[in-house]
């Protein structure tokens, strides 16, 4: 690397560590009376949901710093990311990183441990599935998921200022670089009657197509995932729980609607009419299995397409909606829009309340471009 590289890239990290820091100041300044919960604690609390973000140096030095300052000065029992800490591919000349190196991953960690409550991360395609793209670096992808296990989950405790203890699917049924590793990304844990947990789950077909497919590392990990979403529901049961909320990465497509975004699907069968590979026909339907037996409200929180939309796109076998599923797609990057278009949603939860969910999108009024703040 040449030395004047080397001071930028030095100047870079002293610049974001100084966000960061003004960041965490602000938090603790100006927010409003953290509260500790506990699982059988049922009054309503706040939850804050972001992901697929940042995509660029103006979302990495501007827009992320300006929303965490916003989720700071509330009083959040926590919030959770749902994975792509880049955009797709690398970007040339960027200040900020943008492939799959290990700096990557140190900004993503800086971010997160900047909030002031629990941070939850689940992984994303492009931090890990589509970093053997060239563009990324050509890294492997089942070593790029081994180093985010390393740095982001080895011990059962959230990120952030303030940690929650999370359940961890401990048992070896990933596939790694040598071989099967524990599924540390998969987490679980109750809070004010309502079970949470985390699934890695992926655009590009799961890790079924792109650069390099890895049938093995798919099959493995699904496996791993469709018994860890039916143990939360289990656990749910056990609990008592009002609801569920599971927080992935990908769009798996839910209907023949939205081609442009996502896998085109037989609603009552689940089967993938596209002609692209099918990563998530199996875990659909052990899904619609729980969802249906639990009869509770159930909330699906993905990002990956970016675009923003509470719905409620699951049907049984016979074509009928499934009223308790809510599909929440979180307010993910729009880079080619050229605007700062970094913002999060606020979920308020109360076990005590009929739907237990409401969501709230919240516009950051600094990250606001096309219509300023008034």
């Known amino acids: 690397m040449l030395r004047g590289t080397r001071r930028l890239h030095l100047s870079l990290s002293v610049a974001l560590a100084g966000v960061m820091v003004a960041t965490i100041a602000t938090g603790l300044a100006t927010g409003g009376g953290f509260r500790e919960r506990g699982d059988d604690d049922r009054d309503g609390y706040a939850i804050g949901l972001w992901g697929d973000m940042p995509y660029s140096d103006l979302q990495a030095l501007t827009g992320v710093p300006n929303l965490i300052r916003d989720m700071n000065r509330q009083d959040l029992a926590f919030t959770a990311h749902d994975g792509d800490l880049k955009g797709g591919n690398g970007t040339a000349n960027s200040l900020i990183p943008t492939t799959c190196a290990d700096a990557l991953y140190t900004q993503a960690l800086g971010f997160f441990n900047s909030l002031r409550a629990p941070a939850i991360f689940t992984p994303g395609d492009n931090d890990w599935t589509d970093c053997d793209r060239p563009s990324n670096g050509g890294f492997s992808s089942r070593e790029r998921l ?59 077909c799961n890790n079924l197509c792109d650069t390099a497919p890895d049938p093995a590392e798919y099959t493995a990990r699904n496996l791993a995932n469709i018994a860890w ?79 923003f939309r509470i719905d409620k796109p699951f049907q049984d076998a016979s074509g009928r909606r499934i009223e308790n599923f809510t599909r929440v797609e979180t307010l993910g990057d729009n880079a080619p829009n050229g605007n700062n278009d970094v913002h999060w949603v606020k979920v308020l939860v109360d076990a005590r309340s009929r739907e237990v969910f409401a969501y709230q999108p919240q516009i950051v009024p600094a990250n606001r471009t096309a219509v300023p703040a008034p």
């Open 146 to 204: 081994d180093h985010e296990r390393q740095l982001f989950f080895s011990t059962p405790f959230s990120l952030g200022q303030r940690r929650l203890r999370h359940e961890v699917q401990t048992e070896p049924l990933c596939l790694g670089v040598n071989g099967f590793v524990p599924c540390v990304e998969n987490r679980r844990w109750t809070l004010g009657g309502v079970t949470y947990a985390t699934l890695n789950i992926q655009g590009s």
């Open 229 to 307: 979403m039916q143990a939360t529901f289990q656990a749910a049961q056990t609990r008592r729980s009002a609801a569920v909320m599971l927080i992935t990465q990908g769009n798996p497509g839910w209907d023949l609607s939205d081609g442009t975004r996502a896998p085109l699907r037989d609603p009552k069968t689940l089967v993938q009419t596209d002609g692209q590979p099918d990563g998530y026909h199996d875990f659909l339907s052990a899904l619609r299995d729980e969802v249906i037996a639990f009869r509770k409200p159930v909330a699906y929180v993905h990002g990956d397409s970016h675009y």
